[in-house]
């Protein structure tokens, strides 16, 4: 069992799960941490996580502690001995397995889509894009999520319209109940030690802060966050989902990716759920979409264009992007920037490693595309410094729809803006030094400068986007293009 393998659903015999006396090996594999220098949280999460597990397991699993993968299973059983595991979740862990002498990979767990299906339904296309929307509404109907027979209930696939409200106005926060906190447990406090000495020893290096645990590392834990979340988050989540403000960081989002991605949650489980509060009359269906929506439709496309795509999609830079991240950014460092949107979102990842999707894409990701960072380097920072980022998640996310480093393979457009989108979805622009609206001199905003450079940058690519074209064309009325292009010349200098 690999440490994102670790609910009931990778040991449930009747899901093609082992045998239900067969012994259980996990590997707690210290070069994990030796190659990514990751957010002390997470690194905290995912230990805990696989400890509190082995604890539930008892004498049905051995844990192994050693420095690889490799010596741990010829620790354990010797490399000729015959396992079973289920399909990892890494092209490289895939490469592992495949490579011992006598293994059997049974299919993946932790998805409403197999391989099979999603091959079947991507060949069937006769396109070399893929497109969200459309597997979303597939899945819908195959697994007759929020269905009236075959039409989509409320007559309307997609309700993203009414879940893309700006924050209320003066509003410092939602005024919803708080989400599910953890205990921590003994456990915890042997994980903290641990990594403790292995920093201090040199062995290893982290980013980031860690605090008190906020995510869930076990299955009981993990179903009670879900529970707060549909019970008394869901219903506020669809309309703000988009939204961000400074004191309220958690917004009404489930904080339960973290979850899904150990294994401790299955994704059928969730929307079912959320379906269920729907037809009970307890939330509103644009909240329950947009959570269905999440898991069903963004998490399994993503997942299943990580390996649909190969190994070779992580390495696509189309736009030619080349700059390296400054060290403030890695560093998690609120204090290398003035833009307030850009500190106050690092603060939160520095402290937490979470945010939500609207500041990982429209603040995060959106300037590392205006800046022309290379988009391997950005995307291994998102795996990195999030405690829901695993190989699966940041490659499409980064490469594809944040970066758009694949030139449109999954998603029609790059997702960046100037700092007006920012400051109408926020509370972040008002106490900050730059002003939105301006785009040259000392008070112009980075993100509205930036997004004009980069359009001017690509404009041979972009002007023959449907979505992009006319936003292009805006570059035409700008007196001051000129001006702009060398301040940005200089501010990248």
Not at 133 to 142: C, G, I, K, N, P
Request: charged share 30%; proline share 6%.
């Amino acid at each position: 069992m690999f440490g994102d393998q670790l609910g009931p659903h990778f040991v449930d015999p009747a899901r093609g799960g082992p045998h239900r006396d067969a012994p259980l090996l996990m590997i707690e594999a210290r070069s994990v941490f030796r190659r990514r220098r990751f957010h002390r949280a997470k690194a905290h999460l995912i230990l805990s996580a696989m400890r509190h597990r082995a604890a539930e397991l008892g004498d049905r699993v051995r844990y192994v502690k050693a420095d690889t993968y490799r010596e741990g299973l010829r620790q354990a059983v010797g490399e000729d001995t015959p396992v079973t595991v289920h399909h990892p979740t890494s092209h490289a862990a895939r490469a592992f397995v495949d490579a011992l002498p006598s293994v059997r990979v049974l299919p993946a767990r932790g998805f409403l889509v197999t391989h099979d299906e999603f091959k079947t339904w991507a060949d069937g296309r006769g396109t070399k894009s893929l497109r969200q929307e459309d597997f979303y509404r597939w899945v819908r109907q195959t697994h007759d999520l929020l269905m009236e027979g075959d039409r989509p209930v409320g007559g309307k696939w997609n309700l993203d319209h009414d879940n893309r409200e700006p924050p209320p106005k003066d509003a410092t926060d939602l005024g919803v109940p708080a989400p599910y906190h953890p205990r921590e447990s003994d456990i915890d406090a042997e994980v903290r030690a641990d990594l403790d000495r292995w920093a201090r020893d040199g062995d290893v290096e982290f980013v980031g802060e860690d605090g008190p645990r906020q995510f869930p590392a076990t299955r009981r834990e993990a179903l009670a966050a879900l529970k707060r979340f549909v019970e008394h988050r869901l219903a506020t989540f669809g309309a703000y989902e988009d939204a961000v403000l400074a004191k309220d960081k958690t917004m009404s989002h489930s904080l339960l990716s973290s979850s899904l991605n150990l294994g401790l949650l299955d994704p059928a489980e969730c929307v079912e759920r959320a379906e269920a509060r729907w037809r009970s009359g307890d939330v509103p269906l644009n909240s329950a979409e947009g959570f269905v929506r999440q898991i069903a439709g963004w998490r399994e496309f993503v997942w299943h264009v990580y390996w649909y795509f190969g190994t070779e999609y992580r390495t696509s830079n189309t736009l030619r992007h080349r700059a390296q991240l400054p060290d403030w950014f890695t560093e998690l460092s609120p204090d290398g920037t003035d833009a307030n949107c850009l500190t106050h979102v690092l603060e939160q990842v520095r402290g937490t490693g979470w945010t939500h999707h609207i500041p990982r894409l429209m603040i995060l990701g959106s300037f590392a595309l205006q800046r022309g960072w290379e988009p391997g380097a950005v995307t291994d920072w998102f795996h990195r410094s999030f405690v829901d980022g695993y190989d699966w998640v940041m490659v499409p996310n980064v490469v594809g729809m944040s970066q758009y480093a694949d030139g449109g393979r999954m998603t029609t457009k790059p997702y960046t803006s100037g700092g007006a989108y920012i400051d109408r979805m926020s509370d972040l622009c008002k106490p900050c030094r730059y002003k939105p609206s301006v785009r040259v001199g000392e008070d112009a905003c980075p993100f509205t400068a930036g997004y004009w450079n980069l359009l001017h940058r690509h404009r041979d690519r972009f002007e023959h986007n449907a979505r992009m074209s006319q936003a292009v064309r805006g570059l035409d009325r700008l007196r001051d293009l000129d001006e702009l292009l060398e301040q940005e010349r200089a501010r990248r200098d």
